[in-house]
């Protein structure tokens, strides 16, 4: 009995420390390359990945793929986010009543979609030429990359937390992240921003979302004894 027992802690402080660890190089990584690039862009420096990047979606480009990437751009869109992020809130509200996770929800989308605006117009570069959608505003970061990294990363969070059995949390994580790659190049493929914009907006986005929860955590954790009963009814088991 006490073997087992010994086993479990053992094996939760492991997973425990792989799991801080990877944050932390999320951290390090998204803070070093958005530094970089934005640096690069205040020089004026032409990257050679905007260019390749650009060749990769002419070189693959049809109509087919047109209309793919047209569908995906859409959930990254003020259009799909509102009212799923609503609805998510609804959920956490009415549902699991999770008072925490629905506070969550509007505090890093709203602040991912506030930081960008304060953003684009502080490195005020342009857009690229002849995209093939309409686009309006500025260029760097890429708003639609930068809200899919806070706003699916929230989503990512809550599933590797809460889906059970592992196997399909390990699914639902694995589809969630290509899914935000694939919205990040959708905005490549069709010319409204340069790769580094993607990048620049992916890496903000997810320094957001791990900035969010953890401040978060920390507000649960301090006022959660005096503010239980109000703030948080947990679900009966």
């Not at 030429?129 to 809550?158: C, D, K, Q, W």
């Amino acid at each position: 009995m006490i073997k087992q027992v010994y086993k479990r802690i053992v094996a939760g402080a492991a997973l425990f420390t792989v799991e801080l660890l990877f944050v932390w190089l999320l951290f390090m990584v998204c803070i070093i390359g958005f530094l970089y690039i934005g640096a690069e862009i205040l020089h004026g420096d032409v990257m050679g990945i905007d260019d390749t990047a650009f060749d990769f979606a002419g070189d693959i480009a049809s109509p087919g793929l047109d209309r793919f990437y047209k569908v995906v751009t859409f959930f990254a869109s003020r259009q799909f986010l509102t009212p799923a992020a609503l609805l998510l809130v609804a959920y956490f509200v009415f549902v699991r009543k999770h008072r925490w996770y629905s506070l969550k929800v509007p505090v890093i989308a709203l602040g991912s979609i506030s930081l960008n605006i304060v953003l684009k117009f502080f490195f005020d570069r342009p857009r690229p030429l002849m995209p093939l959608v309409e686009a309006s505003g500025l260029s760097f970061p890429s708003g639609h990359s930068m809200v899919a990294a806070s706003f699916y990363g929230l989503i990512i969070y809550l599933v590797w937390k809460h889906v059970q059995p592992k196997v399909w949390r390990n699914i639902l994580v694995a589809f969630l992240i290509i899914f935000v790659l694939l919205i990040g190049f959708s905005r490549i493929y069709l010319r409204v921003h340069y790769a580094t914009d993607v990048l620049a907006g992916f890496s903000a986005g997810f320094l957001w979302v791990i900035i969010g929860i953890w401040a978060l955590r920390r507000v649960e954790r301090v006022s959660k004894k005096e503010l239980n009963p109000v703030v948080e009814e947990e679900t009966p088991a």
